[in-house]
C-alpha cells in the first residue's frame, strides 16, 4: 500500500520549488542570463524538484513491489507499465532526470537559454506527473 503521507509531504515539497522557480520565470531572458543568483535559484530548485519526483517513484515502486530499477529513468517506464504514468508523460520525466544530472554533474556545461524554456515551457510536465500520481493513488 503507497503511504499516503510520505506522497503528499512530497507533492508540497515539490511545489515549494516549483513557487520558487516560477518566481524567477517573471524575469525576460537578458534579465535571467545577466542574474546569476536567479540562475542558481532556479536550478537548485529544479534539480530539488526532480527529485522529489524521483522520490515519488522510488516511494511507490518499493511500497507496491514492482522490482528494483537498474536507474532513475527505469522508475518512469515501471510506473508507466503498472498504470501510474501516461507514456507522454513518462518520455518528460526521463528527460527532467536526463536535465537533472547534468545539473548535479556538469553544471559549467548548461545554456542558459534552455534553462529559461524549461522554466516557461517543460517546467509544467512536474504538475501533470504530480497529478497523474495523486489520481492513481486516490489522492487528488
Same mark, same amino acid.
Given at each position: #500500500?503507497?503511504?499516503? @503521507?510520505?506522497?503528499?509531504?512530497?507533492?508540497?515539497?515539490?511545489?515549494?520549488?516549483?513557487?520558487?522557480? /516560477?518566481?524567477?520565470?517573471?524575469?525576460? %531572458?537578458?534579465? &535571467?542570463?545577466?542574474?546569476?543568483?536567479?540562475?542558481?535559484?532556479?536550478?537548485?530548485?529544479?534539480? #530539488?524538484?526532480?527529485?522529489?519526483?524521483?522520490?515519488?517513484?522510488?516511494?511507490?515502486?518499493?511500497?507496491? *513491489? &514492482?522490482?528494483?530499477? *537498474?536507474?532513475?529513468? /527505469? #522508475?518512469?517506464? #515501471?510506473? @508507466?507499465?503498472? *498504470?501510474?504514468?501516461?507514456?507522454?508523460?513518462? @518520455?518528460?520525466?526521463?528527460?527532467?532526470?536526463? &536535465?537533472?544530472?547534468?545539473?548535479?554533474? @556538469?553544471?559549467?556545461?548548461?545554456?542558459?537559454?534552455?534553462?529559461?524554456?524549461?522554466?516557461?515551457?517543460?517546467?509544467?510536465? %512536474?504538475?501533470?506527473?504530480?497529478? /497523474?500520481? %495523486?489520481?492513481?493513488?486516490?489522492? *487528488?
Amino acid at each position: #500500500m503507497v503511504n499516503a @503521507e510520505i506522497i503528499l509531504a512530497k507533492t508540497a515539497s515539490l511545489k515549494k520549488h516549483l513557487r520558487r522557480i /516560477e518566481e524567477k520565470a517573471s524575469f525576460d %531572458l537578458a534579465q &535571467f542570463k545577466a542574474d546569476p543568483d536567479s540562475q542558481d535559484i532556479v536550478l537548485f530548485n529544479i534539480q #530539488m524538484a526532480v527529485q522529489n519526483c524521483i522520490d515519488i517513484a522510488s516511494h511507490i515502486i518499493g511500497d507496491q *513491489g &514492482f522490482g528494483v530499477p *537498474g536507474s532513475n529513468n /527505469e #522508475m518512469f517506464y #515501471m510506473l @508507466e507499465e503498472n *498504470g501510474y504514468l501516461s507514456q507522454g508523460l513518462t @518520455e518528460k520525466m526521463v528527460k527532467a532526470v536526463g &536535465f537533472r544530472n547534468l545539473i548535479v554533474h @556538469e553544471y559549467a556545461k548548461l545554456d542558459i537559454d534552455l534553462v529559461y524554456r524549461i522554466i516557461h515551457k517543460d517546467i509544467q510536465d %512536474l504538475n501533470l506527473y504530480t497529478k /497523474e500520481i %495523486l489520481k492513481k493513488c486516490n489522492l *487528488g
